[in-house]
């Protein structure tokens, strides 16, 4: 018997846009459509194994490598795919989303990769999703220039051989797309949009231009959201009669329950891995949403005090690095969020100065590339890791045998001494509101008190002041971390916001939106999931 044929998906609530006939074409949708109509259902189980997986470490408060895949452990015969070409040397990766600006501004600026972001840097108004398909195709295809209307400053893309591998990274499984439903009225998963139009339009297309269609996985909870992936990209190759193994992914390692399967996580995907890679601040965050009921032993201090440094977070990037090495697999390190400041030497030499540290420290750790938030920093990482890596694309030679990490070691967070402190709320409580603020207005990636912001930020940023309150927390000045406190604080800087940017920018702004969506997120006693989706359904476009 055949397979019935794709839902008809429509689109609702959305203004046209310039070009998206481009995008939105009948084959595109219908391939976005059999995507739903496999695949989601199996997403919404794995959604719910979440919830179940959530409420079990809230009875144990403990989490262990899984008994049942210590066969795959164990065994190490098993490798995943060589590296193709284009992401053999992956030592600077630049990470942004994807409007035309940064799209060739990425695709310029001398790192060896791109995250062309559609998740934590984007925020999913439908011309952001929309528009920035449009972008990376007219990359691809040599169509694309921006001129500043501000400053005049025209752009335009260098050499073919000078480009960045541009490795997209899709929305996580939580999210829908509420401008695109099915039959029912039910929302196709983001994921599926976001990959679907890339890959339908550019597989080809990166193909003969020596490429191909990678992704980076965001979100990644266990090794069976991983072997839905791969499922995914089975039969995208077939549809589109594309080589099996063409897709390569990497696969962030950003929950606390995903840092125990690492290996089982690459097994998966094995025909299409390439990598790992160490997201900080969505992983704390990961830390904070399963153990938040765990007492005292389970209490991050500022966000900024916990460094790679800490024991429980040299224990999770070195079990990567070993992990990935392990298996032929590329580990790419974390961010270094620092924005250069036009106006500040000072702060540019001491910010400069922790970003060369921090890279040099992962270059030396085994990791074959990291993460950078402006054009800037990538210098400043290339040097670390060309001084370890000298010609060599990677070091995936460095096993790191030396490494051994036990179940216990990753969820060790009373091993630090520092402790949250009333700065640390305040500075939780003025991200979070500048953050949703810009959110709200449409932007993904924002920078705040020199540092790039995005979602993973602002939800460890809430996380913190809900953990906080609820475990009764006494900074050292004397005060209790409760609800009050974090409204006086809010309300304080609702005001000081005012002053800064003076009455005509405040009330064109969402400052109140953003100052009620943060408090709901951070005192409410039910905790929401993920921020971004009593977000989205205050957004806008």
């Given amino acids: 018997m055949s397979a019935p044929a794709p839902s008809p998906?429509?689109?609702?609530?959305?203004?046209?846009?310039?070009?998206?006939?481009?995008?939105?074409?009948?084959?595109?949708?219908?391939?976005?459509?059999?995507?739903?109509?496999?695949?989601?259902?199996?997403?919404?189980?794995?959604?719910?194994?979440?919830?179940?997986?959530?409420?079990?470490?809230?009875?144990?408060?403990?989490?262990?490598?899984?008994?049942?895949?210590?066969?795959?452990?164990?065994?190490?015969?098993?490798?995943?795919?060589?590296?193709?070409?284009?992401?053999?040397?992956?030592?600077?990766?630049?990470?942004?989303?994807?409007?035309?600006?940064?799209?060739?501004?990425?695709?310029?600026?001398g790192a060896k990769v791109w995250l062309a972001d559609f998740e934590d840097a984007s925020a999913p108004t439908w011309e952001n999703v929309v528009l920035g398909q449009v972008n990376l195709a007219d990359a691809y295809t040599r169509n694309i220039d921006f001129t500043d209307p501000a400053s005049g400053k025209s752009y335009a893309l260098k050499a073919d051989a000078e480009l960045a591998t541009v490795v997209m990274r899709p929305r996580g499984w939580h999210l829908g797309e509420r401008h695109l439903v099915d039959a029912d009225g039910s929302q196709v998963p983001g994921a599926f949009v976001d990959f679907g139009l890339y890959f339908f339009h550019n597989a080809q297309r990166l193909l003969d231009l020596g490429k191909g269609p990678y992704f980076y996985l965001p979100k990644t909870e266990s090794h069976l959201e991983a072997r839905l992936w791969n499922d995914v990209?089975?039969?995208?190759?077939?549809?589109?009669?594309?080589?099996?193994?063409?897709?390569?992914?990497?696969?962030?390692?950003?929950?606390?329950?995903?840092?125990?399967?690492?290996?089982?996580?690459?097994?998966?995907?094995?025909?299409?891995?390439?990598?790992?890679?160490?997201?900080?601040?969505?992983?704390?965050?990961?830390?904070?949403?399963?153990?938040?009921?765990?007492?005292?032993?389970?209490?991050?201090?500022?966000?900024?005090?916990?460094?790679m440094t800490a024991p429980f977070m040299r224990a999770y990037t070195e079990l990567l690095v070993r992990t990935c090495h392990k298996r032929g697999a590329h580990a790419i390190g974390g961010m270094a969020a620092f924005i250069p400041?036009?106006?500040?030497?000072?702060?540019?030499?001491?910010?400069?100065?922790?970003?060369?540290?921090?890279?040099?420290?992962?270059?030396?750790?085994?990791?074959?590339?990291?993460?950078?938030?402006?054009?800037?920093?990538?210098?400043?990482?290339?040097?670390?890791?060309?001084?370890?890596?000298?010609?060599?694309?990677?070091?995936?030679?460095?096993?790191?045998?030396?490494?051994?990490?036990?179940?216990?070691?990753?969820?060790?967070?009373?091993?630090?001494?520092?402790?949250?402190?009333?700065?640390?709320?305040?500075?939780?409580?003025?991200?979070?509101?500048?953050?949703?603020?810009?959110?709200?207005?449409?932007?993904?990636?924002?920078?705040?008190?020199?540092?790039?912001?995005?979602?993973?930020?602002?939800e460890i940023s809430r996380s913190q002041i809900w953990q906080w309150i609820n475990a009764g927390v006494e900074f050292e000045n004397g005060e209790l971390a409760t609800p009050e406190l974090a409204r006086k604080i809010a309300a304080e800087e609702l005001s000081d916001i005012r002053a800064e940017i003076g009455e005509e920018a405040f009330a064109a702004g969402h400052w109140q939106q953003a100052h009620d969506l943060l408090l709901q997120v951070s005192l409410d006693d039910d905790y929401a999931d993920f921020l971004t989706l009593p977000a989205y359904e205050q957004l806008k476009g």
């Fill in 233 to 307: 990209f089975v039969f995208a190759q077939d549809y589109v009669g594309i080589p099996q193994g063409t897709i390569r992914a990497t696969v962030l390692i950003e929950t606390i329950t995903a840092a125990y399967e690492m290996e089982e996580i690459l097994y998966e995907l094995r025909d299409h891995a390439s990598g790992l890679n160490a997201g900080r601040w969505d992983y704390l965050f990961s830390i904070v949403k399963n153990f938040r009921d765990g007492g005292a032993k389970f209490v991050l201090p500022d966000r900024n005090a916990v460094t």
């Fill in 341 to 458: 400041s036009r106006r500040d030497a000072e702060v540019n030499k001491v910010a400069f100065e922790k970003v060369r540290a921090d890279k040099d420290r992962e270059a030396n750790d085994g990791f074959d590339g990291s993460w950078v938030a402006h054009p800037d920093l990538v210098p400043i990482a290339m040097e670390s890791f060309d001084r370890v890596l000298g010609d060599k694309p990677n070091q995936k030679d460095r096993l790191r045998e030396d490494v051994h990490v036990e179940a216990a070691d990753l969820i060790a967070i009373d091993s630090l001494d520092a402790k949250p402190t009333y700065n640390g709320l305040v500075n939780a409580v003025q991200v979070g509101i500048r953050y949703i603020e810009a959110w709200l207005r449409g932007l993904g990636a924002v920078a705040i008190f020199n540092l790039m912001e995005d979602a993973a930020t602002a």
């Fill in 9 to 109: 998906l429509a689109i609702v609530d959305a203004e046209p846009l310039p070009r998206q006939e481009e995008v939105l074409t009948d084959a595109a949708l219908a391939f976005v459509a059999e995507l739903h109509r496999r695949f989601t259902p199996r997403r919404d189980e794995l959604l719910a194994r979440r919830a179940e997986r959530r409420a079990e470490i809230a009875r144990t408060s403990t989490l262990d490598f899984l008994p049942e895949t210590a066969a795959i452990r164990a065994d190490d015969s098993w490798k995943v795919a060589p590296s193709p070409a284009a992401l053999n040397d992956r030592r600077v990766e630049i990470t942004g989303p994807t409007d035309r600006k940064m799209t060739i501004n990425a695709l310029n600026s």
